[in-house]
């Protein structure tokens, strides 16, 4: 039996452990269940006592970063991690969150190139999409509530930054906006989207600002799509086994 599990706290609404039975339905010997540690620490302790491998969301992905015994390139880059393999007692960490992000705007046949992107939030998600964004030849400007941690970043990828106060501004100019902040957090007005616009949010349960801009006609692209294309890679990266797609697009409702 190979087992594998989603860490973070709250992790109660994760839908990975529902994807990846689906994706692996007849594959009895593979499992992936569920664990709300409350330090990064745990997260460690517990994949090595007994799985083979699993994801890191929230808070954790910075924290199992910095713990791992060995981190890919892209992973490093990013300062995040949300996939983990264990071998021989040792974690090795991955980032596919880029992946989800990218995948994502190509489902819906949004071109980063040369587009102006704005970024919120600087946590893993943000992270990984900052990147995603940079790598594909997006013009990124990333805004943060803690200022400086978003200038710290935008240094790494050589790309620009907005304080929160000239946020108006921002929004406004910006062909795609990218949301990684908490799905409760509502700091864009409704007057600064216009309907041109392309609108990726991070949250899969709904947001002030996915609603405000469904409103408007702007293309929205939900967190169900990230969390599925990022899960289709990092599947296929624990098993050696093609997933089920569709059954995973069933799950999320995106069939």
Known sequence: MRKYTILGNPVSHSKSPALFKAAYENYPDLSYDRNEPHKAEECIEILKSRYDGGNITAPFKEGVFRLADEVTEVADLIGAVNTVIVSQNRIKADNCD????????????????????????????????????????????????????????????????SSIAGLENSVKSADIIINTLYSDIDIIDKQWLHSGQVILDASYIGSPLLTKAKELKCITIDGRYWVYHQAVYCFLQFTGIEPDKDAMRKVLGLN
């Not at 989800?100 to 949004?110: I, K, M, Q, T, Y």
């Not at 102006?116 to 400007?141: E, F, N, Q």
């Open 98 to 161: 880029h992946y989800g992000v990218s995948e994502s705007f190509g489902e819906f046949n949004v071109v980063l190139k040369g587009k102006s992107c704005l970024l919120l939030g600087t946590g893993g998600a943000g992270k990984a999409a900052a990147y995603a964004v940079h790598k594909a030849g997006g013009l990124l400007t990333i805004a943060n509530r803690t200022e400086q941690k978003a200038k710290d970043f935008a240094q790494k990828l050589n790309c620009n930054t």
